[in-house]
């Protein structure tokens, strides 16, 4: 079973930067993807940013530009740079893993990291 421990949360600034980081306690070279969710209050989670094995990167329009997802395979990490943080970014981020199947998926999260941007 993977495990997803997040850290690097915090309060900021509006135009401040913060960044994220999410240890698996397996190697994220055999998984297939890994991502980056957030969920603010009342709103439905949404995909952030996602890295493939590859390392082929994706990001939500709203971030594009500021955020940068990116792996170091050596310490089975995945990081969130987050530069230029805007109060509508506030919300709990969580790290995402996922092992896909021909027709099963697998998700594994984090529990979350608070994210707060004053403005």
């Known amino acids: 079973q993977v495990q997803l421990v997040e850290s690097g949360g915090g309060l900021v600034q509006a135009g401040g930067s913060l960044r994220l980081s999410c240890l698996s306690s397996?190697?994220?070279?055999?998984?297939?993807?890994m991502a980056w969710y957030r969920q603010a209050p009342g709103k439905q989670r949404e995909l952030v940013a996602g890295i493939v094995s590859g390392g082929n990167t994706n990001y939500a329009d709203s971030v594009k530009g500021r955020f940068t997802i990116s792996r170091d395979n050596a310490k089975n990490t995945v990081y969130l740079q987050m530069n230029s943080l805007k109060p509508e970014d506030t919300a709990v981020y969580y790290c995402?893993?996922?092992?896909?199947?021909?027709?099963?998926?697998?998700?594994?999260w984090g529990q979350g990291t608070q994210v707060t941007v004053s403005s």
């Open positions: 397996g190697n994220i070279r055999s998984l297939n993807s």
């Open positions: 995402n893993a996922v092992i896909t199947g021909p027709f099963t998926k697998y998700d594994f």
